[in-house]
């Protein structure tokens, strides 16, 4: 009797519950086991993130270094012009400054440029004008030209980069010759030649700041589409 009253009761309160007790607790009625809630992942692991991450790499990974190596390339062409191979000229013109460098000029000063300078000095300053004078505007164009493709979409945006490295490029040539010719003629043409030196400098502090402007807008995005993709 007290057997069966025991097993009535079941196993409430027993210490300890056997391996097949458990086992039947999690069976169904039909003997399968009982259903269990499904596992819910995240939408996006970290690897799966990281794999985006790396392949978005490999695709910008070509134009980025392109990019890169034009303005490294265009950064030692203004130093090895600006601040080496022009200020170093002035030892042959009695320490007067070169054209180049200047913001104006007139023709009295292009003249008296003219007096201080020999043939010698001459020749130097117009073999600097045909090699590194022109080498130096065409980096310029082809560094914004690649930096406004690779940050900018296709629109205006682009053609408005491309068209005022283009502007400096001619404008900077340009200003070269002028400057030969002007001190050639002894200072006469100084105020043409003093516009596009000045032009030209407008143009270069422009175009500088709005290749720092572009490139910070392409790290920016590139920074909001990673925490995006980590968000997700």
Known sequence: MSQKKYQKKGPVGHPARTRADAQRQTKGQDGRPADV????????????????????????GSPGMLVIALIGATLFMFFYLHIMVLPQMSALSGGLPMPDHRFTYDAAALAQLDGAMDEAAHGQLNWVHKTAGVIFPLFVFLCVSAVAAWCLPRGWGRWL????????????????????????????????????????????????????????????????????????
């Not at 995240?42 to 790499?57: C, I, K």
């Not at 043409?192 to 995005?221: D, E, N, P, Q, Y």
Request: aromatic residues 6%; hydrophobic residues 55%.
């Open 37 to 60: 809630g499904p596992v819910r992942h995240p939408g996006v692991s970290v690897h799966q993130v990281r794999q985006d991450l790396q392949a978005s790499g490999q695709q910008q």
């Open 161 to 232: 980069s491309y068209a005022a490295g283009a502007v400096f490029a001619v404008m900077d040539i340009a200003e070269n010759m002028l400057i030969e010719s002007a001190l050639d003629a002894g200072g006469e043409g100084a105020g043409l030649a003093s516009v596009f030196t000045s032009v030209r400098w407008v143009l270069l502090v422009a175009i500088a700041l709005w290749v720092v402007l572009m490139l910070l807008g392409k790290v920016r995005r590139a920074v909001a589409e990673r925490k995006a993709q980590i968000v997700q």
